[in-house]
């Protein structure tokens, strides 16, 4: 069965220190998206990126964001700048013409 | 806007029990309803969704009626394994393109 792959599934970085999230969504699919878990608490909607832009994203996703699909294969998120708090679990996602969301197994990222 | 409420965890039942983890939320329109269940250590994954007013999703016997009178998308399973322990998330999706999570509810299943 297809499924969404992100990498790396961890990453440590250093505040201040940019970082690139990696994400293979699943081949046929349209949409993609990026999610994030803190630590205990709900999982909230970051981006969604349809047709090689974005098609709507939420007040968590600033200027320090981005998002790119660099060969149609892959779907990264960047931070440019990372905080204390931009720790948490990053979640990519997929969907296709139904538009049912797949997630991946998640990226953890700590900033120290 | 859109929310998603779901009862407070964690809930501990014993094997062979049954499960039953309330959701409501406020929406407008007509949005569909999912089900994700998050293993330990693990990503989210779709375990069952309803698009429409007393659609039904099943999976792995574990079943959610979508009630618009009553704003609620309960999940329920007859007999719950030790293996059903796991995250639930509650989930809605409207108009737009995200999906709005409720705070997840755990369960755990003793022997």
């Known amino acids: 069965e297809p499924e969404v792959t992100q990498t790396p599934s961890h990453q440590v970085t250093q505040m201040g220190q940019e970082v690139i999230l990696r994400c293979v969504p699943i081949s046929n699919h349209l949409y993609f998206y990026w999610y994030r878990q803190i630590l205990g608490q709900k999982v909230e909607f970051l981006v969604s990126f349809y047709n090689n832009e974005i098609s709507e994203k939420s007040e968590i996703f600033d200027d320090q964001f981005s998002v790119e699909r660099p060969d149609g294969s892959n779907f990264t998120l960047k931070i440019r700048s990372t905080k204390l708090e931009d720790s948490a679990m990053y979640f990519c996602a997929s969907a296709g013409l139904e538009e049912t969301q797949y997630f991946g197994p998640g990226t953890r990222l700590l900033v120290l | 806007g859109d929310s998603v409420t779901q009862m407070e965890g964690p809930v501990t039942l014993s094997e062979e029990a049954f499960l039953t983890i309330n959701c409501t939320y406020t929406a407008t329109g007509y949005p569909s309803l999912f089900w994700y269940v998050q293993y330990p250590g693990e990503g989210l994954q779709l375990l069952l969704k309803a698009t429409k007013a007393d659609d039904k999703g099943s999976n792995k016997g574990f079943e959610a009626t979508y009630r618009k009178e009553t704003t609620s998308f309960h999940l329920e399973k007859g007999s719950v394994q030790v293996s059903d322990s796991a995250v639930y998330f509650c989930?809605?999706?409207?108009?737009?393109?995200?999906?709005?999570f409720g705070k997840g509810t755990s369960l755990l299943v003793t022997p």
């Open positions: 989930a809605l999706k409207n108009s737009g393109y995200a999906l709005n």
